[in-house]
Structure formats: structure tokens, C-alpha cells
């Protein structure tokens, strides 16, 4: 197969609703359909393709939104079925649960799914028995790895390439500045929202200069300047943390588009990057 076209952007959302992580969360309003449409609108801007890691309650609450994704030609993978760490996780836990995520998500219409992220990034080195689970069960690729030192959960040495775990996976690491200060994945969620836009730009450009391209992820709530606020589920009840968590949103999708502009970006699906430089 040709060779991956230049300034590839593989923007992700993991698809999730926090509410459902928390014990009032139904008590606050449902955003994840309205603000999914905005990136659906983004995308089609830019006539692009891109892919939705998915967690397994979405379609149990929306099952509209996945054909909604699906009709309109983006990539549906999986992102666990309950938003467990990997690492809180058996080896019997780990595969149960995937496998319930795929069943929900088929039955909202997503099949033949090849992708899987891990939640939080927690596929680390002690965790790596997961890939061999993932071939078992079909999966083609995974990106699941930060390849930093981080407070949650990292891998150090892996290495920013992607490169294939066994015969069956290849695993496509989430991009990081690369740099002895602050590095940390700075196309996605959070650290998109709060890195000066001048690292940022000069983290795109290293990147796409030596042809790497860059790996993303977002989420709902990253766009959200809407919903009440609460204490995030997942964050050890920290008020700073949280504060982080509704930093910039306003400004989110005027970053992406400096960043489109600026580097003529090409958006695809993580399937179709999987298939283009490994060739299944």
C-alpha cells in the first residue's frame, strides 16, 4: 500500500460521558449528542474521516449517535465497556469486559471494529499482556501507550513510533513533546487546552517534519461550555485538577483551526493510517 501522506493529524475522540461515572451524574444535563455534532461539523469541514473510541455505556444511552457517526463515514473503536484502568483489571476482567463493549456497540450498529485505547492510557509495560487478549479477540490495532513518565500512567521507554506488539497488533503510541520539560501529550484533551499555542505549533512542526504523524485524543467535555460544574470522576477529588478540567474549552476549536491552517493538516481514521504503513 502507498506510503502515509504528509502532516497526518490523527484526531480521536474518546467518546464517553462522564455523568455515567458518577453517583448523581444523571442529575446533570445530557451534553455528549450536542457537542459530538460539533465535532461532527468540525470534521466535515474539513471533509474529513476520524475515529470515535467509544466506551460501552454511549451506546446503551445514545444508540442514535453511533449510526449517526457511522452514516456520515467515521470509524467506531473501542475504549472499554465501563472506563475501568487497564490495571485494575485481570486478565479474565480485562477480556469480559471488552467483549461487552462490543456487544453494545454492535448492537447499536458498529461492527467489524479493529481499534481499541485503553482507559486513561493504562496499557504499560506491566500491563502489556493486554495486546495478546486484543489479537485473540480480533483487534488489529491499539493506541494505548504514552510513551512519557506520567502521574497516572506511562511507559518511558517505548519509544514514539508505533510498532507492532505481536504478529496480529500494531500499537500507536499518543504523541509527546518529546522534551525533558513538560512532556506530555500536547495534542489532546486537557494539555491542548492549557500549553501555551506557541509550543504547541512548534510541537506539530517537529513532528510533521520528520514525518511522524501527530496522535490526538479529545473529549466531549473539552468542548463543553455548558454543562453545570462538578467534580470530575477520576481526578482523586482534586480542586486544581479540576479546575484544569474546564480550563479553555471556549478557545478549543479555534486552536484546532490554527493548527488545520497553519499545517494543512490531513485528517484520517486510525484504520486507515493501521492499513497504510502496515499494510492489513
Not at 32 to 47: G, I
Not at 174 to 187: A, E, I
Request: net charge neutral.
Amino acid at each position: 500500500m502507498p506510503a502515509p501522506a504528509k502532516n497526518i493529524f490523527l484526531f480521536s475522540v474518546d467518546l464517553e460521558d462522564v455523568r455515567l461515572r458518577m453517583q448523581d451524574g444523571l442529575s446533570y444535563k445530557p451534553r455528549v449528542e450536542a457537542l459530538v455534532e460539533k465535532y461532527l461539523r468540525f470534521l466535515n469541514k474539513h471533509r474529513s474521516k476520524a475515529t470515535f473510541f467509544t466506551v460501552g455505556d454511549i451506546p446503551e444511552y445514545y444508540p442514535g449517535l453511533i449510526k449517526t457517526i457511522i452514516s456520515e463515514g467515521h470509524e467506531i473503536a473501542c475504549h472499554s465497556n465501563k472506563h475501568i484502568p487497564v490495571t485494575h483489571q485481570t486478565k479474565e476482567d480485562f477480556k469480559n469486559d471488552l467483549l461487552q463493549n462490543l456487544e453494545n456497540l454492535s448492537n447499536a450498529g458498529a461492527t467489524n471494529i479493529i481499534g481499541y485505547r485503553a482507559p486513561i492510557y493504562s496499557i504499560t509495560e506491566k500491563t502489556a499482556w493486554t495486546f495478546d487478549i486484543l489479537s485473540e479477540l480480533g483487534f488489529k490495532y491499539s493506541s494505548s501507550v504514552l510513551p512519557a513518565k506520567n502521574p497516572l500512567f506511562g511507559w518511558e521507554d517505548f519509544g514514539e513510533q508505533p510498532r507492532m506488539m505481536n504478529e496480529k497488533l500494531f500499537e500507536i503510541p499518543v504523541s509527546v513533546r518529546g522534551t525533558n520539560f513538560l512532556n506530555v501529550p500536547f495534542s489532546g484533551g486537557v494539555y491542548f487546552r492549557v500549553i501555551p499555542m506557541m509550543l504547541i505549533k512548534k510541537d506539530f512542526e517537529k513532528h510533521f517534519s520528520k514525518g511522524q504523524p501527530v496522535i490526538s485524543y479529545f473529549h466531549p467535555y473539552d468542548i463543553d461550555t455548558e454543562q453545570e460544574s462538578f467534580m470530575h470522576p477520576g481526578i482523586n477529588d482534586s480542586w486544581f485538577y479540576n479546575k484544569l478540567m474546564y480550563f479553555n474549552r471556549k478557545n478549543m476549536f479555534g486552536r484546532l483551526e490554527e493548527i488545520m491552517e497553519q499545517f494543512d493538516c490531513k485528517i484520517i481514521t486510525y484504520k486507515e493510517y493501521s492499513e497504510s504503513i502496515n499494510g492489513k
